[in-house]
Structures are given as structure tokens and as C-alpha cells.
């Protein structure tokens, strides 16, 4: 039967609520001497039996709380586009993950029964899904901002969707992948609000933006969210809005019952010989938190925070966003909304 899953762009091995899940048929665990185990960070032992030890995406207040699971192999079945629409069911074995023991299940809501793993180490779903069918080592996520999106993994050519794949695809555009600790960054050169670029010192952006698919809102180190909510202001205020008193976890929030379509936000990045621009704007830029109060969908991550800029799931919603390998770049669509198609509609 299905299993949801929070996806994890830091998570190295996926893991379960194991006792929740029914299908989990022909389980085994990983022994402690075995490659398997040798080759995952972080692993220990109890015993024979392979332990994963790495902290739980759902304790982002505390990263020093490290979870222990026991290592495990099973069978995965998913989806594979390969034979065309519809598409097809596909197993492999073995499939490596842990099994969660209760006291580290603290954070998990139904539905979610765990975390799926996508990070650049060992043992990440997305490695194991693309070795398994020898295809090229990428993935690529479309977060939607409603109802279901999608999880690419692996490709040889393009994407099998009419949005991406057909006559006339949508935009990608790419610049370099980094990888700091086992986290996906992008390179940063500058902020751009309505074409204007923001005065920032250049140090703050040397660290480049870090990519989080469990920080809902986008983290600026206060300098640069204190210039975007100027601006952002400023522009609010043109147009006859009013601020009004913030909700946690936004600052500037606004009376209004309407959204502020026209605000753009982009973060120049380094392209092929020339910077490129990913543009935020519309719902991207903003949360609705009742009928009459619209907030600046950005979160002040203090003057010394670990990473000047961290892009959250609300900043990532409806793209497509690829993470290539082979050639070790990341690609971003243009906003879906522009072409009239959403990632729930793939």
C-alpha cells in the first residue's frame, strides 16, 4: 500500500514507522559486519544489528537531537514513466532504509509515516532508485502548493510529462550545484526586488542559499530580510495596503484582502558566463493568515544564523526544481503559474 513521506534534502537513509506500515512483507535487518552498514555515515551497532544514527528533520528546534534506528532491507515499488501514460508499477530490491524505534517517532502527524531521504549521501532513495535501473543519477522535485505533487528520479532525456517533455516545455534554467555538509546550496549574487538590487554587504552572500524541503518559509539573515521587507513595504504601502501588527512567524504582515500579484523577488545566480535570475513572486512571496491580513512569507533568521539564506518549501512550491549529478547542477523552472500549469496537475 502507499506510504507518505516527508521528503528531506538532508536526510541521507529514508525511515519508517515501520510498525504502521503493512506491506513491509519480507523484512530484513542489516547486519553490522555487512557492507551495507559500512558504508552508511553514521552507523553503529547493537550487537549483530546495524544501527542509523542521524538527527530528525522534525526536530528543527533542536539539530543536536540524534535519532537511532535499526538498519533494514525490503522491496520498493513505484512508479516508472518509462512505458509511457499510464504509467507503470516498478519493484527493486534490496532497498535500504531504517525502521524508526517509538521514542524518535516525536514530530510525525498522520499521514506522514517517515522520511524519505534525498540527500548527496550514500544511501539516499533517489542513489538507490537510479543504480537499481541504471539510469543517470538525478531527481527532481515539483512541490505543489495544494492537493499531490511529484518525485522524479532519474531520466534519459526529458522528463516524461506533456509540461516538460512535450513540444513546447516549460523554461529550465541552471546554475551550479554545491554540496556543504551534505546540504544542497546554490551559489548567490545578488537579490533583486522589482528589478532593483537590494544594498547588502557582499559577505552575507558568500555562503550561498541552502535548499530545505523541511523549513517552511525561507530564513534571511537579518540584514537581507530587513532590506527585502523595506522594499516589499514600501511597495505595499503605494498601493493603499496597511501594516498591521505581525503573526509568528512573519514580521510584516499587511491589511488587505487581495494579494500583491505584482511584487518579484529574484536571486541572481551564476549562470554560463553571465548571472541568472530565479524569480519568486505573487503566492511565492506572501501567506495568506486570514481573510483581511496578507504577511511578507519570509522568516528573520537573526544577525548569526547558520545560513544567511535558507529557501523553504513555500519559496519552492510550483517548480521544477532538478538536481543533476552527472553534470553537478541544479535547474529551476520558471514559475509554473506563468505557463498556466501547477506541479499537481504532472
Keep these: 500500500s502507499p506510504v507518505n513521506l516527508l521528503l528531506d534534502l538532508g536526510t541521507n537513509l529514508t525511515w519508517l514507522n515501520c510498525r504502521n ?15 551495507t552498514c559500512k558504508s ?3 552507523n553503529g551497532c547493537d550487537g549483530k544489528i546495524c544501527l542509523y544514527r542521524e538527527p530528525s528533520p522534525f526536530l528543527l528546534t533542536n539539530h543536536t537531537v540524534t535519532k537511532t534506528d535499526r538498519v533494514v532491507q525490503d522491496k520498493a515499488t513505484i512508479f516508472s514513466t518509462e512505458s509511457g501514460i499510464p504509467p507503470s508499477l516498478v519493484s527493486f530490491r534490496p532497498f535500504t532504509f531504517s525502521c524508526a524505534v517509538q521514542q524518535n517517532l516525536h ?3 498522520p499521514p506522514i509515516s517517515g522520511v524519505i531521504g534525498l540527500s548527496s549521501g550514500e544511501l539516499p532513495f533517489w542513489r538507490q532508485v537510479t543504480s537499481a535501473f541504471n539510469v543517470i543519477p538525478k ?7 495544494s492537493r499531490v505533487g511529484t518525485l522524479y528520479m532519474g531520466a534519459t532525456s526529458s522528463y516524461d510529462t506533456p509540461v516538460f517533455g512535450g513540444k513546447n516545455p516549460v523554461p529550465m534554467t541552471l546554475t ?11 551559489s548567490v549574487t545578488s537579490i533583486y526586488v522589482d528589478g532593483v538590487s537590494l544594498t547588502l554587504d557582499p ?22 530580510y530587513n532590506a527585502l521587507a523595506q522594499s516589499f513595504t514600501l511597495k505595499a504601502t503605494k498601493i493603499g495596503m496597511t501594516e498591521t501588527t505581525g503573526h509568528a512567524p512573519f514580521k510584516h504582515c499587511f491589511a488587505s484582502g487581495k494579494n500583491i500579484d505584482g511584487s518579484v523577488m529574484e536571486i ?3 549562470g554560463n558566463g553571465k548571472e541568472v535570475k530565479w524569480r519568486f513572486q505573487g503566492a511565492n512571496m506572501v501567506e495568506r493568515v486570514s481573510e483581511t491580513v496578507i504577511c511578507l512569507a519570509f522568516v528573520d533568521g537573526g544577525k548569526i544564523p547558520n545560513k544567511s539564506m535558507v529557501i523553504g518549501t513555500h519559496q519552492l512550491q510550483e517548480y521544477l526544481i532538478e538536481f543533476d549529478f552527472s553534470t553537478m547542477r541544479v535547474a529551476f523552472s ?4 506563468l505557463h498556466n500549469t501547477r506541479c499537481s496537475m504532472q
Excluded at 520558471?334 to 503559474?337: A, E, I, N
Design 203 to 224: 559577505s552575507l552572500l558568500e555562503g550561498g542559499a541552502q535548499l530545505s524541503t523541511v523549513v517552511p518559509y525561507t530564513v534571511l539573515q537579518t540584514d537581507i
Design 139 to 145: 531527481f527532481a522535485l515539483c512541490l505543489p502548493s
Design 21 to 35: 506500515i503493512k506491506s513491509l512483507s519480507s523484512l530484513r535487518l542489516v547486519t553490522c559486519e555487512s557492507s
Design 268 to 270: 541572481g545566480l551564476p
Design 107 to 109: 514530530g510525525i502527524a
Design 176 to 186: 551550479p550545484l554545491k554540496i556543504d555538509s551534505g546540504k544542497y546550496l546554490v
Design 334 to 337: 520558471d514559475p509554473l503559474v
Design 40 to 42: 552508511i555515515s553514521g
